[in-house]
């Protein structure tokens, strides 16, 4: 039964994993949330609808949120006798669109931080021992991210370098995690339609979604510590 963890999953990205890994019934799906609060409507219809949805609050700008976490998840776990195959780490801010290296507000700064970085590195940290040997660890990241990619682009300095961050520490998660046999890589979704990629965007949801799922279960040991695109192809760091 292979069992999958992510974060942000009541809209968004996060949402559409749940939808497209639920409706196969021999997938068990760990769907964590901030709160109660959140806009969980889809969300909770599908955990209605499905019986291998398990939602959990996770508040992943709160390490002690993360901590409380552990319990929950090893109690859904102990009813399979599984680990799990496959941490997502989706949830995540952008809201700096209109920054740049000379307006940095160190509260925005500290908050992108906290949510885009601290959190996935908590998450694995604290999930570590429930990763089965050859589970994958996504990072949702993004191409402005990346050195490369975002040369030339000046707004959402915020968020880059909270990406950048990111990437730095699937680097490291990879790097601690191979002994374990884990692997672990950072992910473009590309621009997808979903409050934080606006109207604009220009792939649609379910097109990510796929290609993602596609890109995580064609994965080898070696691929650990790349950075790949929702479409396959790799990006540069
Ligand atoms: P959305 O803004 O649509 O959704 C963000 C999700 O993250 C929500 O579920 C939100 O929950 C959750 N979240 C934010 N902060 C926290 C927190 N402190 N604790 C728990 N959950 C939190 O974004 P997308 O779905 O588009 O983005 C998902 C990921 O993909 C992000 O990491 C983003 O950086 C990345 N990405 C997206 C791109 C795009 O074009 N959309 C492009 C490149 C990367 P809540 O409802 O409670 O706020």
Redo the contacts with the bound molecule.
Sequence with gaps: MPTYFL??????????FVRQLSSDPSNNIIA????R????AALKAMAKSHRNVHLIE?????PD?IASLEFRVAEILSRTGENLNYLF??????SSSSDTSLSVDPVSLQNHM???VL?PAKIVETLRQYLARGAVVM??????GSMTVATGVSKCCT?SIS?AAQNMLTLHQARDLKRSHVIVIAM???????????KG?M?E?EI?IEGMLDVVKGLKRDDSGKFYSFNGSQIPW
């Design positions: 974060t942000g999953a009541n809209r968004g990205i996060g949402l559409e964590a949330v901030r709160s609060r959140s806009e969980l996770c508040d992943v700008s709160s949120s780490n989706v949830a995540g801010i952008n906290n949510t885009n959190g990072n949702l990241s993004s191409g402005l968020y990406k473009e979704p590309g621009w997808v339609k979903s409050d934080m990629g606006g965007a792939v949801p990510s």
